[in-house]
């Protein structure tokens, strides 16, 4: 069993960067893939992207590619979720999920752990 916990959200500009963290406090991402979900106030929750188990392959949805980067480090037992070029849309909760190694990480349904959610705010 994996335990989330995200950290670093906050209020930022527009264009401004934020970086996410998400550790595993209890368990490691070793047979996992981990992906980032976001929901605005009012909205359905949407995924953000995902990295693979073996922390090679990644996955992003249309909206954050090319300004969101996913990468981990093992050695802090932690998946991050880099945010540039932030735009006032990108304003969500941000969480943080687990996905056994070897199910299809698009299978949302999927996702076993969860984190408890971290806010992003983008406002000038």
């Known amino acids: 069993q994996v335990r989330l916990v995200e950290s670093g959200g906050g209020l930022v500009q527009p264009g401004d960067s934020l970086r996410l963290s998400c550790a595993a406090s209890?368990?490691?991402?070793?047979?996992?893939?981990v992906g980032w979900f976001r929901q605005a106030p009012g909205q359905d929750r949407h995924w953000v992207a995902t990295?693979?188990?073996?922390?090679?392959?990644?996955y992003y949805a249309d909206s954050v590619k090319g300004r969101f980067t996913i990468s981990r480090d093992n050695a802090k037992n932690t998946v991050y979720l880099h945010m540039n070029n932030l735009k006032p849309e990108d304003t969500a909760v941000y969480y943080c999920?687990?996905?056994?190694?070897?199910?299809?990480?698009?299978?949302?349904?999927?996702?076993?752990?969860w984190g408890q959610g971290t806010q992003v705010t983008v406002s000038s």
């Open positions: 999920a687990a996905i056994p190694k070897g199910t299809y990480y698009g299978d949302y349904e999927k996702y076993d752990y």
């Open positions: 209890r368990g490691t991402f070793n047979n996992y893939a």
């Open positions: 990295l693979g188990w073996s922390g090679v392959n990644t």
